[in-house]
């Protein structure tokens, strides 16, 4: 267990831009699983929606503290927000798999 959470760690510190990349998709794919806006997380956590907003797009990092105060509103452990996640890979191929099939639907009607 430990060895697949290295390796999943060394992936997501790759580049500093891959581990902000991870926060961002993580904070936003949490807090959407928890059915609250950035309005209702940013209460919980004690900020702003605009500093919530600009952690979330991966413009500005939250201190320790804040990444504690975030994990707890969001129910999580504090490195879940930093794991890299085939969530954003597989959504990727099952929009690609919908257009597909949706260009496949409108392509037979249009011909017939």
């Known amino acids: 267990m430990i060895d697949n959470r ?10 500093m831009t891959r581990l902000q990349e991870c926060l961002s998709y993580n904070l ?15 209460e919980k956590v004690g900020t702003s929606v605009n500093y919530m907003g600009l952690v979330e ?3 500005n990092a ?15 452990d ?7 996640s085939d969530r ?7 929009e ?3 257009i597909s099939e949706i260009e496949r639907v409108i392509h037979t009607t249009f011909k017939s």
């Open 28 to 42: 936003q794919y949490y807090r959407k699983l928890r059915g609250f806006t950035q309005e209702q997380l940013a």
């Open 57 to 59: 797009r991966g413009k």
């Open 6 to 15: 290295e390796n999943k760690l060394s992936r997501c510190i790759f580049k």
């Open 96 to 98: 690609k798999t919908l």
């Open 88 to 94: 954003a890979e597989s959504f990727s191929s099952i």
């Open 62 to 76: 939250p201190s320790f503290p804040m990444l504690e105060r975030i994990a707890v509103a969001l129910e999580i």
């Open 78 to 84: 504090s490195t879940q927000l930093f794991e890299p």
